[in-house]
């Protein structure tokens, strides 16, 4: 029983295109994350979002877009693919951090993007 | 602003002890977290601190001085399978992950 699930595993496209990979957690937990993880492997959070608060990084730019359906699910659509959007996404979970501290996130195995 | 600092490469020979360090800066601090990165594969979980002191967890021990901004993983009785990256994160003020730029281990033989 996988953890943190992502689909699709790679994923090849054209410049242009619209795109999205889906993410799915079933450790009940609260907050979902996106990462990017480029060539250099900086590990780079995009979005952090439980159902009180989507917390975006102002870097990323407007066509990257989270969507999630349920507290389980936490998927990105990308508009507009560029070259430089290649690279490998990560979702990720965790419980709700709290006064006894920050907790662990669990990844999924990742999406590797190439953009041509 | 914030910041997460690491060695960016270490090499070490099988068997033997090695130190990795991280020094950070942040606006808060809600804990300090290990994870170990093996190529192609994603981060897992190696380690939390959020007091100072030392953390043993088998092989792999983890240091913390929040005076200092400063901790360290200590990896025991290395084996080739340690060959991995590993990203020293800090948990800030808001609890969001401020990540290092990882340290990339090389066993040799």
């Known amino acids: 029983d996988t953890a943190v699930s992502q689909t699709p595993k790679y994923l090849v496209t054209q410049m242009g295109n619209d795109k999205s990979i889906k993410c799915e957690q079933n450790l009940g937990h609260d907050t979902m994350y996106w990462y990017k993880q480029d060539s250099k492997k900086f590990l780079k959070i995009m979005f952090s979002?439980?159902?009180?608060?989507?917390?975006i990084n102002e870097t990323v730019p407007n066509r990257f877009s989270p969507k999630s359906p349920d507290k389980a699910h936490l998927n990105l659509h990308i508009n507009s693919l560029e070259l430089g959007d290649s690279a490998v996404y990560f979702c990720?979970?965790?419980?709700?951090?709290?006064?006894?501290?920050?907790?662990?996130?669990?990844f999924g195995p990742g999406t590797r993007l190439t953009v041509l | 602003g914030q910041n997460i600092d690491q060695p960016t490469e270490m090499t070490a020979t099988e068997g033997a002890i090695v130190q990795i360090n991280c020094t950070y800066q942040?606006?808060?601090?809600?804990?300090l977290f290990w994870y170990q990165q093996h190529a192609g594969e994603a981060p897992t979980f190696l380690s939390y601190?959020?007091l100072d002191g030392l953390e043993e967890k088998g092989r792999f021990s983890s240091f913390l001085s929040r005076s200092k901004g400063y901790s360290y993983l200590l990896l025991k009785e290395l084996q080739m399978k340690d060959s991995a990256s590993y990203l020293c994160a800090v948990s800030d003020s808001n609890y969001q992950l401020i990540w290092g730029a990882g340290t990339k281990l090389i066993i040799k033989p």
């Open positions: 990720a979970s965790s419980q709700e951090s709290s006064a006894s501290g920050a907790s662990e996130q669990f």
């Open positions: 601190n959020v």
């Open positions: 979002y439980n159902n009180k608060e989507l917390i």
């Open positions: 942040t606006s808060g601090f809600n804990g």
